[in-house]
């Protein structure tokens, strides 16, 4: 076995050096923390050797800056979607500009759409960010949702599906539902380990997000360990990884690539920290960042199509 280090993105042994090609599933590179910081991320991506990230619109208001950011930076492969955070404030002609903004883009992906209940039960009602959100009721959320889920398998585009305290309903939701027949993503999936067949059956992909590996902090969170099993479940031909930039930042001693904080003090994720994902990920595993990478290309190409592979 090789002892391997990672240095800028280029994974060294003492018999080799290889480029490893990254690919983040799931991230919000058009949110507002990260304006600021878009060209020295972008610098730091092409250090690393991201190859593509897919970015997802939110509401209304972001999906043209999405798109701007996509012509601008050839690593995006945009998405468009209603999240359930914002789907209270969606407005009466909402579907007819989410299918404008996809017929725009043949590459685009649908997404990031999805259940919420957390939002319902147990965000606080001062949580900022939810400020100025109506929190729409499930029923509400499903309704949303499976327009949009349906909408891409019409055009059998990729969906990134958002789920949280709401993983009952969401497979009943999708066995219910048409689905996209090249699949759809559970991205940062939260879900039980017994839930991973049904939803692979289905046609999931699941994302591995960094932020999961606070779990193995267990002076903080005892018992909270057992959660990262689930990623030994999934299968390896549905496994991906993810940041969520700006949002899920990796615990500290993980964090390689930093940026200030926000105005509000909260923390914000670097889009780099894709690389500590997979460092994470394979360790976890018990294999190297080279095989863990080789196999999450093939499945990200898999997904989101032969033009989210740029050679």
């Not at 789920?163 to 940062?188: I, K, N």
């Not at 099993?229 to 496994?239: A, F, G, M, Q, T």
């Amino acid at each position: 076995m090789f002892c391997i280090v990672s240095v800028r993105g280029f994974w060294l042994s003492a018999a080799r050096c290889t480029v490893v090609p990254f690919y983040d599933a799931h991230n919000h590179f058009q949110d507002d923390w990260l304006r600021p910081h878009r060209t020295p991320v972008d610098g730091a991506l092409r250090a690393l050797g991201l190859r593509r990230a897919v970015v997802n619109g939110t509401c209304e208001a972001d999906w043209p800056v999405v798109a701007e950011l996509a012509g601008k930076y050839d690593w995006i492969l945009p998405s468009y979607g209603l999240h359930p955070w914002d789907c209270g404030n969606r407005s009466p002609d909402w579907q007819e500009r989410l299918r404008a903004q996809l017929d725009a883009d043949p590459r685009a992906a649908v997404g990031e759409i999805g259940l919420d209940r957390w939002i319902l039960d147990r965000a606080r009602p001062d949580d900022p960010r939810l400020a100025g959100l109506r929190r729409a009721p499930l029923a509400e959320q499903t309704q949303a949702f499976v327009w949009q889920l349906e909408l891409a398998a019409e055009q059998n585009r990729p969906a990134s599906i958002h789920c949280l305290d709401a993983f009952g309903a969401m497979l009943e939701t999708l066995q219910q539902t048409r689905r996209p027949v090249r699949g759809f993503l559970l991205h940062a999936y939260s879900g039980p380990a017994e839930m991973v067949t049904n939803f692979a059956k289905l046609g999931a992909y699941f994302s591995f997000n960094g932020n999961f590996l606070k779990a193995l902090d267990t002076t903080r969170r005892p018992g909270a360990a057992s959660r990262l099993e689930v990623w030994k479940s999934i299968p390896p031909d549905r496994l991906l990884v993810e940041t969520d930039a700006p949002a899920m930042p990796l615990p500290p001693d993980r964090t390689a690539h930093r940026l200030p904080p926000a105005p509000g003090g909260e923390s914000i994720n670097h889009p780099g920290n894709i690389e500590a994902a997979y460092a994470g990920l394979a360790s976890l595993l018990g294999e190297s960042v080279e095989t863990l990478a080789a196999r999450v290309e093939t499945n990200f190409t898999r997904l989101f199509g032969p033009a989210a592979a740029r050679g």
